[in-house]
């Protein structure tokens, strides 16, 4: 199974996996059902999760039902015991950048959100826009969610600058990213546009960095203020366990 999953996930492009993923999600979570683990975003059990990776396959990482890898479950857990995301009385203006499915409907039918979606290619977002020329006021969000997108584009100082100017003053961002936290340092390479050379350099074949420590400094340095939680630290090892959440994985919960 690992071996179709990966060749699936380097082989079609993502608006067609985002597609077909529709179709086949309920046949793989019906033949899938038990009840070692449990995704928490709908509360749903499997006997198993399934693998994911472009390179190399995570085991249990994947969701039957919502798709929601352990990064969407992370965030998740934080927006509904941290935050007043999901309970507040005053209606929150949100954009989420390349949407993931995990959230979308349910985020759509939040009564306290007014709730926008943007990307350039998803088949699935509501407005067609480049990150790095936002088509959105100054200051008009009170919400901005942008996960695994900033690796993907070439000017990334560019692209948080934008996420910067929407969000309204005092109004909170989650910017998600793959990250080797065993470097001080982000690498980049222009020159290296090969999709079998940054597959096998940044992790996967339409990345163009491998971020590192310092991205929190990065967001800090287009005016961000960066809380770097590491959640995992607040959640007990069965549940880490039960949820599938990798552990020690760090949010990057920004303020403006």
């Known amino acids: 199974m690992k071996t179709v999953f990966k060749s699936i996930l380097n082989t079609l492009p993502r608006p067609w996996l985002i597609k077909?993923?529709?179709?086949?999600?309920?046949?793989?979570?019906?033949?899938?059902?038990?009840?070692t683990y449990t995704d928490p975003i709908d509360g749903k059990s499997f006997r198993?999760?399934?693998?994911?990776?472009y390179g190399k396959q995570r085991e249990n990482a994947l969701s039957p039902s919502t798709l929601s890898l352990e990064r969407h479950?992370?965030?998740?857990?934080?927006l509904k015991d941290e935050t007043d995301f999901f309970?507040?009385?005053?209606?929150?203006?949100?954009?989420?950048?390349?949407?993931?499915?995990?959230?979308?409907?349910?985020?759509?039918?939040?009564?306290?959100?007014?709730?926008?979606?943007s990307d350039l290619e998803s088949p699935i977002a509501d407005v067609k826009a480049d990150i790095c020329d936002?088509?959105?006021?100054?200051?008009?969000?009170?919400?901005?969610?942008?996960?695994?997108?900033?690796?993907?584009?070439?000017?990334?100082?560019?692209?948080?600058?934008?996420?910067y100017r929407v969000l309204k003053p005092g109004g909170l961002g989650i910017f998600q990213i793959p990250q080797d936290l065993?470097?001080?340092?982000?690498?980049?390479?222009n020159t290296i546009t090969d999709k079998k050379e940054r597959a096998?350099?940044?992790?996967?074949?339409?990345?163009?960095?491998?971020?590192?420590?310092?991205?929190?400094?990065?967001?800090r340095a287009?005016?961000?203020?960066?809380?770097e939680v590491d959640y995992t630290k607040k959640i007990a090892p069965e549940k880490r366990e039960r949820f599938c959440l990798m552990k020690h994985e760090i949010l990057p919960v920004c303020y403006k």
């Open 20 to 35: 077909v993923s529709y179709l086949v999600r309920p046949i793989i979570a019906f033949a899938l059902k038990g009840n």
């Open 73 to 78: 479950r992370l965030m998740w857990l934080f």
């Open 222 to 227: 287009v005016g961000f203020k960066v809380d």
């Open 134 to 163: 936002l088509p959105f006021k100054e200051s008009e969000f009170d919400v901005v969610f942008c996960n695994h997108v900033l690796e993907h584009i070439p000017d990334d100082k560019k692209a948080m600058q934008e996420l």
């Open 87 to 117: 309970t507040s009385t005053k209606k929150l203006k949100t954009l989420h950048i390349a949407p993931e499915q995990c959230f979308l409907d349910i985020f759509k039918k939040q009564q306290n959100l007014e709730y926008i979606t």
């Open 200 to 219: 096998k350099i940044f992790g996967q074949y339409d990345h163009v960095r491998v971020y590192g420590k310092d991205y929190f400094d990065k967001l």
């Open 182 to 189: 065993s470097r001080a340092t982000t690498f980049e390479d």
């Open 48 to 53: 198993k999760f399934l693998p994911y990776g």
